[in-house]
């Protein structure tokens, strides 16, 4: 759950990257974890005894069952009033500058290869950053969409992409769809607004209008404004939140998804 829910590493405070689980139940970043192990034997979170990285387990994929079913059943020919209003805001920055590139960000691979089919029907030459993908896969589409002669699109994994990347090549991002920590969302867009970035950013949210999405940005507001808070509280030296509370946080927000 907190994978999914995209937690923070108790260790460097990064997304969760190559998660690992402890056999005391912890989540963590696993060169973070190894690194821990490998200086302190203890878990940073319980203290319990951690003897080496074989007491680490990666957590299970969802390769069966109904999450496996629903994806066979997604039909990628299929489009959107969302892809069409992208597949507009492509081809008109293409056509007013052709040397525009665009980062296209989504949470969920299965969205990007609807937007992929779509991207082929209409000719627009594109590559992918996903966390599926093998790192040397990956190093080569972070060159190509870097590279002048390279393509003009990139579909990305919201999760791959927020942290640790360059990607200032890119002057246009495209937010297809809303995740509730807004700092997971500016760490993507991040990528691309970066030292070293030489042209204006231009950034398109694309929101469905009377759907649990406004709900979701209404969530996004609220949690800038507990941000904006604790960072007075914590200089008037008070104590930051705990993993637990973070988790209790996140149910809350499905709870008002639901009403």
Excluded at 147 to 161: I, N, R
Excluded at 176 to 186: C, F, G, L, R, T
Excluded at 234 to 248: C, F, I, P, Q
Aim: hydrophobic fraction near 40%; include cysteine; charge should be negative.
């Amino acid at each position: 759950m907190a994978i999914e829910a995209q937690e923070e590493c108790p260790v460097c405070y990064e997304v969760l990257h190559d998660p690992k689980i402890t056999a005391c139940g912890h989540p963590f970043g696993g060169s973070c974890i190894e690194k821990v192990i490998e200086t302190q034997h203890k878990c940073p979170m319980c203290r319990a005894p951690l003897a080496s990285t074989e007491d680490l387990v990666d957590p299970k994929p969802e390769t069966s069952g109904a999450a496996s079913q629903n994806k066979s059943d997604i039909n990628t020919d299929s489009s959107s009033t969302k892809i069409n209003a992208l597949i507009d805001i492509l081809q008109a920055s293409q056509k007013k500058d052709a040397t525009t590139k665009t980062i296209v960000f989504s949470q969920w691979t299965s969205c990007l290869d609807i937007i992929q089919r779509q991207l082929i029907v209409n000719n627009i030459i594109f590559c992918r950053l996903h966390g599926s993908m093998k790192a040397l896969d990956r190093d080569a589409s972070i060159d190509a969409i870097n590279s002048d002669h390279g393509p003009s699109v990139m579909l990305a994994s919201v999760a791959v992409c927020s942290v640790g990347l360059n990607l200032s090549k890119a002057n246009q991002v495209v937010l297809m769809d809303s995740w509730w920590a807004p700092a997971i969302e500016d760490q993507a867009v991040d990528r691309v607004h970066r030292l070293g970035q030489a042209r204006e950013v231009t950034v398109f949210r694309l929101v469905m209008q009377e759907s649990i999405e406004e709900r979701v940005l209404g969530i996004q507001e609220e949690k800038r404004k507990l941000m904006t808070q604790a960072f007075g509280e914590v200089g008037k030296g008070k104590l930051a939140r705990t993993s637990a509370d973070r988790r209790e946080a996140s149910v809350r927000d499905i709870q008002a998804l639901l009403r």
